[in-house]
């Protein structure tokens, strides 16, 4: 079975096909053009289970075309090469994957630089930490109901954000999950803002689309092509957001991103539009970054992608087996400070027309449910899902910020949609608590003591203070200006 989208035969073919498609942002134009035979580059942070240096080189390249080698340099002058190993996307995801490979390798400690083919990737974590960028929620969102305007670089900021990212020479890149946002065919209305973005593939045999909404070419335009100047910059350490869940973008985020599952975790049972897909969480991992001498920053990854905004439903159980496997991950250590990265905040604040009558406007409760007795060893908590920028704190709890402006369109611009909730989490709008799966009531926080919401596109720039636990944050917009300064120290931050 074939889709619609052709599958270029060339990489000529594929730049060619993608820089035709308006849905690629003006902004992207010089970052985008593929190079030796390789769509994207770049480095990815990984368990040490998983690549003793805690470094993992990927490259994205058409299909047919063999995976490149890296080149490396090492601190003392050595030099040498290093095969990559092929990435394969399950023979199930049918016509929706049959244009990209992507390839892997584990980068030793020790090297100065390296290289795949003839693209440089970040070859090594720094010995002092001094600046981390951060943002989530990227892509351009394309559905039936919703239509963004990926055309234009003002509505769709994603790849000016990438460059501005990049121009602060970061040490390390967080991303707070959600890249994948193109989830249906552009409408015919919309052409202007959407034509050429590459939607689901359809299966003409059966007049019918598959039982998730991602392509390859779909997972190019969202992310492998805007992100080239972030990939550049520095290692990346990513999480799964909720449009990576397998019945929406989850075959891309395994073939391209996931760093623990095989690429081929997310593929539905049976080929064609009657399969069904699985629900899959990645275990729970930590890596540390060291800041200064006797000061390491551990963080401690999460995969969110499954659950409920609304309601403690039966994922819960599951998902607090991942927060108890982190809450083991964080227990404290001398010289050490843990924050918590996972893509659905446990304290999240959304537009309230994103909420049912008698529901507060809390989002993620399965998250908050889930985690709840087990976050107490963190001095912060970074996620992204609601798409703003977001500070959240309640008494007893460490911070939770929210990193969700990174380029897709917020459910509303109007700071009024987004008031602080009468009650605590996991609470309904009459302070009664809410039922789980069973229909037993759960334990609710108390009321949030402190919210900023800022709805403007940026990213964050986190450095460390002297002190251990302090950390100044800032806030900045598409073209790199601060709009907020905060300030953390140990469980608490506040922002002018």
């Not at 969700?404 to 609470?427: H, I, L, R």
Request: net charge positive; glycine share 8%; with cysteine.
């Amino acid at each position: 079975m074939r889709s619609r989208l052709a599958a270029p035969k060339t990489i000529a073919a594929l730049a060619g096909c993608l820089a035709a498609a308006a849905f690629l942002a003006p902004a992207a134009g010089a970052a985008s053009t593929p190079r030796s035979g390789i769509v994207a580059a770049y480095t990815l942070i990984v368990p040490t289970s998983v690549s003793k240096s805690q470094l993992q080189a990927r490259a994205v390249v058409p299909n047919g075309v063999a995976c490149p080698k890296v080149k490396k340099t090492y601190s003392d002058g050595r030099t040498s090469t290093q095969a990559m190993t092929m990435r394969v996307p399950g023979a199930t995801t049918g016509p929706a994957f049959t244009s990209l490979r992507a390839c892997e390798a584990n980068l030793p400690s020790g090297l100065k630089t390296a290289s795949v083919g003839a693209i440089y990737v970040p070859a090594r974590l720094i010995t002092h930490t001094k600046k981390i960028a951060a943002f989530g929620d990227v892509g351009c969102r394309v559905t039936t109901k919703l239509v963004q305007n990926c055309a234009s670089p003002s509505d769709w900021p994603m790849a000016k954000i990438a460059s501005r990212i990049a121009a602060e020479k970061p040490d390390v890149i967080f991303f707070t999950g959600d890249f994948l946002y193109r989830e249906a065919n552009c409408p015919a209305a919309d052409i202007a803002k959407c034509g050429g973005s590459p939607g689901p593939a359809f299966v003409p045999e059966a007049g019918k689309f598959p039982p998730f909404t991602d392509t390859d070419y779909s997972w190019a335009a969202d992310a492998l092509i805007p992100m080239a100047p972030a990939f550049a910059a520095a290692p990346i350490l990513a999480t799964r957001g909720n449009h990576e869940s397998c019945f929406r973008g989850g075959n891309g985020w395994m073939l391209f991103f996931e760093t623990q599952l095989k690429p081929d975790a997310c593929a539905p049972d049976v080929a064609g539009p009657d399969g069904k897909t699985p629900q899959t969480i990645a275990p729970s991992y930590a890596i540390d970054l060291p800041v200064s001498s006797g000061r390491k920053l551990r963080v401690v990854m999460v995969d969110s992608n499954e659950g409920s905004n609304t309601k403690v439903n039966k994922w819960t159980p599951t998902q607090r087996t991942a927060y108890e496997a982190a809450d083991k991950l964080a227990a404290p250590k001398s010289g050490r400070e843990s924050w918590l990265i996972t893509h659905r905040p446990m304290f999240g604040v959304d537009a309230k027309s994103s909420f049912d009558p008698g529901e507060l406007n809390w989002t993620s409760i399965t998250q908050t449910a889930a985690g709840q007795g087990l976050i107490s060893h963190y001095n912060m908590m970074l996620a992204s899902h609601v798409h703003v920028s977001q500070v959240v704190e309640i008494p007893g709890q460490p911070a939770q910020l929210v990193l969700g402006n990174g380029g897709s369109v917020p459910d509303s611009f109007n700071p009024e949609d987004y008031p602080k909730p009468a009650f605590g989490p996991m609470n309904d709008d009459q302070g009664q608590p809410l039922k789980d799966a069973n229909g037993q009531p759960v334990t609710p926080y108390p009321n949030l003591d402190y919210l900023k919401t800022w709805i403007k596109y940026g990213y964050f720039v986190f450095t460390p203070k002297e002190k251990a636990g302090q950390w100044a944050i800032s806030q900045r917009d598409v073209n790199g200006t601060q709009f907020t300064k905060c300030t953390s120290v140990a469980k608490k931050t506040t922002c002018n």
